[in-house]
């Protein structure tokens, strides 16, 4: 799959493809239809659509692999991401809704698309990793890189 991590990790527990039960999604890759042009093109080739409606696209549209959902997801996004648009992860979101799944959903407000290393992203990652695998329950508000 040409996509980066991200669009894997938010793939994999909708897709047959399993690596485990549970996995975090903080950034890109629900479509490459309302992604930019040359990502598509680069990865895809031209949007081609065949005789019954289909297209080259469809592959790695995530969306529409929503109702497959096993196990957690934890989806992630900032609101001021302009590389890749909040709208595309909304994609995600309404057709796990459609589909009545239960997913997360962590908005970071007024961060772009280099969030995942921020230590509360860091936290909220592990907890939920925590919380979701090992199936205990993490230090409340644990702060990352700071001396006690």
Not at 5 to 21: E, N, V
Not at 44 to 50: A, F
Not at 101 to 111: E, T, V
Request: with cysteine.
């Amino acid at each position: 799959m040409d996509t980066p991590g991200a669009a894997l990790r938010q793939r994999t527990p909708c897709s047959a493809i399993r690596i485990s039960s549970r996995s975090e999604f903080p950034r890109r890759g629900t479509t490459t239809r309302n992604y930019e042009d040359d990502w598509g093109e680069r990865y895809q080739g031209l949007l081609t659509r065949g005789p019954d409606g289909s297209d080259n696209y469809a592959p790695e549209a995530n969306q529409l692999l929503a109702k497959n959902l096993k196990g957690k997801l934890l989806l992630a996004h900032g609101t001021m991401d302009d590389n890749v648009p909040f709208y595309n992860t909304l994609l995600v979101v309404n057709e796990l809704m459609r589909a009545n799944k239960d997913f997360d959903l962590l908005l970071l407000p007024n961060r772009a698309h280099g969030f995942g290393n921020e230590p509360y992203m860091v936290r909220r990652r592990w907890d939920y990793f925590v919380k979701n695998l090992l199936g205990a329950e993490p230090p409340k508000e644990y702060q990352i890189g700071t001396r006690r």
